[in-house]
Structures are given as C-alpha cells and as structure tokens.
C-alpha cells in the first residue's frame, strides 16, 4: 500500500460503505456482488474497484452501457475524494460519489486492526520456522515403528496460519465477536423515532441482496428514550439476537453491542450507528478440545483441536475406528460434542447453531439428489425447499444458473443425473449445497469410487472452491492428491489427533515412505500414544499450540429447540413442492410405472380362472355353500397386500441420505412423509381399481350392499388394504438400513397376511390367535368384504356340527362393515405414527423432537 492514499467512503443509492484497503468490490446487477445495483442500464458485472499502489482504481469490464466520469466514458479510472462516477448514462446514470473517511471512523483502524489473521499468527513463529522444518525423530521411540528410508529433503516451511482468537469477553470494548471483528461493511445512521426496515425488496430502507432473506425480513426502530429494538416481520429464515432465534414476528430490546444476525449479514448498534458485517465466505475455523462419549464412558473422539484460516482446504484422512464421521458430525453441529467447541469465525456454532447452519453446507458419500431427475430440476426442487417461500421464481432461477455456470454444469443440466459420471453426479451435489453460498463446506469421501481421473478433478474442484472464497473440508481415504491441501489432520485409532499441518511434512513426520506404511502402523500399533507424540513435537508447537492455549468456553449450549433451524418454508408449500417432486420422479421411471400398471393387472387376472359365484346357490345343504368365494377375495386381498407393500417398502431407504440432508436445512418431518402417503396412497388406489375392475368384472355380485352399491362396498375394502399395506411398507423401508432388506421382509409380510386373512382356518374364537389376528390388516380387509357378501352363510361351516358358529367379523350388517373398514384405515395410521418416529432415528441430533 502506497502512503498517502485516503481512506474513502464510498456512497450509492442512499447507501454508504467504508472501503477495505484489503480487498476489491465488484459492482452490478449480479445480488451476489459487492455492491447490488438495481439497475437495467447496469450491466450483471459492471465494474470492480480496488486499491492500486498509488491511489483507488476503478476498472469497467467491457460493461453494455459504459461507466462515465465528467460525461466521458471511460474504461480505468483512478479515484479519490471528491469523484463522481455515473454507471450507465453519463447524465441519469446510478450515481456514485467517495469522500474521504473521517479521521474518527472505525474504518481508520483497518490497517492496524483488521490484518489478515494468517500475519499475525506468524509473527510470533516465524524465529521458529527459520531454522528450518521439523523433522521425524532421528531415533525411533519406544514402541514406535520406523522403516529405513531416504532422508527428505530439507526445506524451509513457514508456520501455520492460525485463525487469530479474540478473548473470552469478545471483541473491542468486551463485544461480542462478529465475524473475527473483522472492521463493518458499511454502517447505516439511526435518528431517534426512526424505523429502519431490512430485507431483500428494494422498498425497504436497509436492501439486503441475499436470498436467505425475506422480501420483508426485520426492522430496527430507536426509541424515544435512545434505545433500539429489532422485530422480526414474519421472516421465513428468522432473525437472531447474539446467534438465538427471536420469535416469528417477535420484538426484543437491544442491549449494547447486541449483534442482530438477519441471512449472511450480522448488524452491531455502536451509540446510534447501526454497523453491518456481511459474510462473504471468507472465515476462520477451529476446533478446540472436541470429545465426545458413547454410552458405557468409551470416548470415541478426544480432545481434537486445530484450526485453520480463510480460504483453506483441508483434508482429513485416517484408518477406520478413528472417529472421521464422528468428526465431521461435531464440526457440522449436527452431533455437538459432548465438550468442547466449535467455532466459526470466533463465534460459537453450537451456541449459535441456529443462525449459523446457513453458512454450513455438508455433502455427504451418497449423492444427495434424485437421480432420476435432470440437473437443472434437480436443483429447481432443492433451491424451492431451501429458500424462502416469497423468492420469485425468476431469483432461483438466477442462482441456479450461477451456480451450474460456477461448476461447469451448464452444459449438461438438461441431462438426467443418473446418465453422468461419478465426478458429474459429485459436482451436481456440491453445486446443490452451493444454492445458498456457504461459508463451510464440508464432504464426507466425495471420491469414493471414482478413478484417478475424477478423484483429481473433484479435488480440483474443491480446491477452485476455497481459493474463491471459501473454507473446505474433506474427508477423504483417498492420499493421491493431498498435495494440494492447505493442511492436512491425520486422525490415529481412537479418535485422537496424529499430526496436523502441510501434507508436504507429514511423511517426514511419521518416518514413512508411504501412507500405506502410516496406516499398518496405526493397525500394527494401535495402543502407541499417537496423540501424545503429536503433542510432544515441534510440529505441535508450531500448527496447532496457539489453539490449544485458549481456554475452552463453559457456557451452558442453548436448548434444542433454540438450535433448530426454521422451516423457510410453510408447511403446505413444502408439502406441495415434496409431492411434485416426487411425482417428477416416478414419473420419469417408465419402468416403475409399467410395473404399477402390471402388477394389479396380473394379481386382478390370477382370480378370474377360479370357477365360483359370489351370490347363494339352491336352499338345498349340499348346494348351498360357495367355497370359491372365500377364496377369490383371499387372492384379491392378498394380492393387493403385496402390491400396496410393494409400492413403499424401498421409498425411504433409498432416499434416507436425501432426507437427512434436507430434514437439517428446515425440511419438515410431516410434510415429508405425507408427501409419500399422498402420492403412494394415490397410485395404490388406483392400482386397487384395476384389481376390481378385472376381478369382479366376471362375476355375479349381490343386488345391494349394506351401505352402497356392492363394487364400491368390496372395492373400498381393496383399496383400504392397499393403503393400510403400503403403510407397513413404509414401516418397513424405515427400518432397514439397506435396500436389499427389503425384499425379503416384503415376502414375509404377504406370507404372514395370506394366512391370517381367516379363510384357511377357523381363526375366530381361538384365544390368542384370534387378538393377534387383529393386528393384521389382511384380517379386517377380508371380514369387510365378507360382510358385505355374507361369507358366513356363502362358505361351509368350519364346524358342520356347529353350522350357526359364525365369524363375528363377518356379520352381514352395515355396523360390523363400518367397524372392519375403521379398524383397517386405523391399523394404517398407526404405522403412519410409527414411521414419524423411525424417521426420527436418522435426523441430526439437534432436529429431534
């Protein structure tokens, strides 16, 4: 930086940002630069200004429309106090004017205050790093393995940048941190009786270009008495006070310091000032003396802590039992530690989990989309159940195409997710959690499966991501391309730390030629104190005692229902999206829908050979009873027991990684699963009318019913077992935990109906057998329609010396066909209650109920 170059200030459309010296602003129509200029003479990427050596430099990037100084176009422009810059039109254009700071402004105390962290964590190490990097023990430790091999060469490392920690009471003047204390984007002035409304719509007063905000999100209002409050105007994402939710539509006085969180923006009242910090990706992370404990006191992560600057990648490998999953579900909030701390941008993100989930994006191994769709609905899907209910369609739209254009994936988002290649399908993940620009993101083993080439393209691609502005960790078996990591964190058997640091030194720390000879130390060697050589090398002391040195926070984690995120959006417009979207994907599977349209067809036929009649025969004992009957409505009933189950048994198992993922963004549990009992419940009706219609189409059915028309009457009886069926299935799929579990589960589940469905044996008045009968619905689907064909005098008597020993359930009576169908539907919602639950079992720890 050149000396004499005035800090500016900067003030457009009624705004005001005090220039960064440390960074560029990018200006246009595009919401996600820098400054958001609303516009159509503006073009999407108009102009970036940044700090030269000798003065403020605007530079234009071939802009439609031209950016103009004293009437004249101009491509470069060198700025300072007291420059007029009109964007679009020389005359009427956006108008943009710079002042110099005053000397009493924050902004002054950039350049001493607001280093960049990696500096001042060096300073003190930087004697160490000089005499050279720190090598493997010479002499092999007791108990520690070491094969001879080619001293590495020797190189001079530079110490590990460590996000810089703020003290326990905050920032300046006792604080609470706010993004590091990073210095304000900008600053807004507050007047007393003044209401300063905030959100996404250009009518308010304070525009904030995010879509995780709403068009009507917050609004400040100064007291008469000199203190502020904020209230909540029904946003969809919420507002938060210090990281906790305030209640939708709520109003909360604002203490000193308070920090109001409303989507990526924080805003800090100082006297009547109102600061604004955005989070533009750029953030620290650490973890600090993170353990967690299993039932039975076994510890199955200690005491891991490292931390790392912006824009870092980091790789996280280590043997199996060595607690990475257990890691990644600490750093994400999901499973919080049982001590330790989380932090983000020194704020605490189990203490304020709520507000900060949506800077956290987390791809699982499995492919979180349905590939069935193409990438471009895929998406469209995704970004209708992440963002908030009043975002135009024209807003998501923009964003996906962002995000495809980001990734390379314009080229292939008409294609069906299923038709790319690994590397693609991974891509298509990542570009999902894109959707809402996370700070972090994190990916649990993106290149399992892949080859060489897609494991080197994916990490390129991660790489690309944090080098943009962001902070990436992966965990990964994968060593080929570690290089290319800003740091790496070796996890040993046990769940402790083995090394953290540049993987160009982790070899030479271990003593080893390759990570095949690392891992067969940790399984040859798994009681060796891994941890505790870790802790006792100059390597420690240079990447990770900082962090360590800082006192862990003790304060009490908020309740889960304050760390819940919010829905963003209402439950009936998350219903509606869930059953399109799966209607989309059934209906894009030509093969499902011709089994669906098959399976009824085939079962409905099979009952057509079976010679009998439904009505009675002559008044004559030998010609009285109808056997066949009985047995046609147990073919019809069982069929459509197998077809229902069928339906449902692999449609929560298979979309178990998909539902995880959105149940933590806000997705809810019940709109959820009535989205599956609506769409499922529709094809089974359906399928359950072909049934009758081919099975009673040859037969002679009763004149009248008890309490319609007989078709409907048995027809209702199909459909009721083919809901009440489709229910257990999903009992079913929910409690596997592979898909292959099903199948056989679905043939025991039709066994076990065909022979309690009370036509192969007397089942009535058999104690214990009879209540356990009730339980099954194939039972109560049967006896409706025996009643309704007056079974009991149409079959033989199971007894021909007790002729009037009849079935209860099949009484001939309107009454007793009410309480069969009842008892059916109710056997079918309370699998529905039981399904609640087992989806339960597999949401983040802090989403249960």
Request: with cysteine; proline share 7%; net charge neutral.
């Amino acid at each position: 930086m050149g000396r004499g170059v005035p800090e500016l200030v900067l003030e457009l459309n009624g705004r005001t940002w005090t220039l960064d010296p440390s960074r560029s602003y990018t200006l246009g129509r595009d919401p996600q630069g820098d400054l958001v200029i609303d516009d159509a003479r503006v073009s999407w990427r108009h102009a970036t200004i940044s700090r030269g050596a000798r003065s403020w430099v605007m530079e234009d990037h071939g802009s439609t429309n031209g950016t103009y100084s004293q009437g004249q176009r101009v491509q470069q422009l060198e700025l300072g106090p007291g420059s007029v810059v009109h964007l679009g039109n020389p005359t009427d254009g956006p108008r943009m004017s710079l002042t110099a700071a005053p000397q009493s402004a924050p902004a002054q105390a950039v350049p001493q205050q607001a280093q960049p962290a990696q500096q001042q964590a060096m300073a003190p190490a930087a004697p160490q790093a000089a005499a050279g990097a720190p090598q493997a023990p010479a002499q092999p430790q007791q108990g520690w393995p070491q094969t001879p091999q080619t001293p590495a060469p020797q190189a001079q490392f530079p110490p590990a940048p460590v996000p810089q920690q703020s003290s326990a009471a905050g920032g300046a003047a006792g604080a609470p941190p706010v993004y590091g204390d990073r210095s304000p984007t900008t600053f807004h002035q507050l007047s007393l009786g003044r209401v300063m409304r905030i959100g996404r719509a250009l009518e308010n007063e304070l525009v904030v270009s995010d879509l995780q905000v709403s068009r009507l999100h917050a609004e400040f209002t100064a007291m008469p008495d000199g203190r502020f409050e904020i209230r909540d105007l029904g946003s969809h994402n919420g507002t938060y006070v210090n990281g906790q939710p305030i209640a939708k539509s709520g109003t909360v006085l604002l203490s000193p310091d308070d920090v109001v969180g409303v989507g990526h923006s924080a805003f800090r009242l100082v006297g009547d000032r109102l600061e604004e910090f955005v989070d533009t990706g750029e953030v620290s992370f650490s973890a600090r003396h993170l353990t967690v404990t299993v039932d039975g006191g076994k510890q199955i992560l200690k005491d891991v802590s490292f931390g790392v600057p912006e824009k870092s990648l980091i790789a996280v490998i280590g043997p199996s039992g060595s607690g990475k999953s257990t890691l990644l579900k600490a750093l994400t909030g999901y499973r919080p530690a049982d001590q330790g701390d989380v932090l983000y941008d020194n704020r605490n993100l189990y203490k304020q989990f709520a507000e900060l989930r949506q800077r956290i994006g987390l791809v699982p191994q499995d492919d979180i989309l349905h590939k069935e769709l193409t990438v471009r609905k895929a998406l469209k899907y995704a970004a209708k159940l992440r963002f908030p209910g009043d975002t135009a369609e024209a807003e998501r739209e923009s964003r996906i195409d962002e995000v495809l254009r980001e990734l390379k994936l314009d080229v292939h988002k008409e294609k069906k997710v299923t038709s790319l290649s690994g590397g693609q399908r991974k891509r298509v993940s990542v570009a999902l959690e894109l959707l809402t620009k996370p700070s972090l993101i994190f990916l649990d083993e993106p290149t399992s499966g892949l080859d060489p080439g897609m494991d080197r393209d994916v990490m390129q691609l991660l790489r690309g991501l944090a080098d943009d502005g962001r902070t990436v960790l992966v965990v990964t078996h994968s060593v080929a391309e570690l290089a290319i990591c800003d740091k790496l964190l070796v996890m040993a058997p046990g769940g402790s730390v083995a090394y953290f640091g540049p993987p160009e030194e982790a070899l030479n720390f271990f003593g080893y030629g390759s990570w095949a000879d690392v891992f067969s130390a940790f399984e040859n060697y798994r009681d060796y104190d891994w941890a505790g050589r870790w802790r006792g090398s100059e390597h420690y002391q240079i990447y990770a005692a900082d962090i360590d040195a800082v006192a862990v926070q003790t304060a009490q984690l908020p309740s889960r229902a304050q760390m819940r995120p919010p829905k963003p959006q209402s439950w009936g417009s998350q219903l509606w999206t869930l059953i399109r979207r799966y209607v989309a994907v059934i209906a894009s599977d030509r093969g499902f829908l011709g089994l669906m349209v098959l399976l009824p067809a085939i079962l409905g036929g099979v009952s057509v050979v079976i010679p009998a009649k439904f009505g009675l025969g002559p008044p004559t004992p030998p010609a009285r009873f109808n056997g066949g009957a009985g047995m046609i409505m147990m073919i019809l009933v069982v069929g459509m027991c197998f077809s229902g189950s069928a339906n449902s048994v692999r449609e929560l198992i298979k979309e178990r990684v998909i539902y995880e993922r959105e149940r933590s963004v806000g997705l809810s549990r019940s709109a959820y699963l009535m989205s599956k009992v609506i769409v499922l419940g529709v094809i089974t009706a359906l399928q359950a009318v072909i049934i009758c219609g081919i099975g009673f189409s040859v037969r002679d059915l009763p004149a009248e019913g008890l309490v319609t028309n007989p078709a409907v009457e048995l027809c209702l009886a199909i459909i009721g077992i083919g809901f009440t069926s489709m229910m257990f299935g999903l009992v079913i799929s929910s409690l596997v935990k592979t898909a292959e579990k099903t199948m056989p589960l679905l043939v025991m589940f039709a066994i076990v109906q065909l022979v309690f469905t009370g036509t192969l044996f007397q089942i009535f008045g058999k104690a214990g057998l009879d209540q356990f009968a009730w339980l099954m619905p194939s039972r109560w689907a049967l006896s409706a329609a025996g009643a309704t064909l007056d079974l009991s005098h149409l079959m033989a008597p199971w007894d021909p010396e007790k002729p009037n020993d009849l079935d209860p359930l099949w009484e001939h009576s309107a009454t007793q066909w009410s309480i069969d169908m009842i008892a059916l539907i109710a056997l079918g919602v309370i699998c529905g209650f039981i399904v609640s639950r087992l989806l339960r079992r597999h949401e983040p720890e802090v989403m249960r109920k």
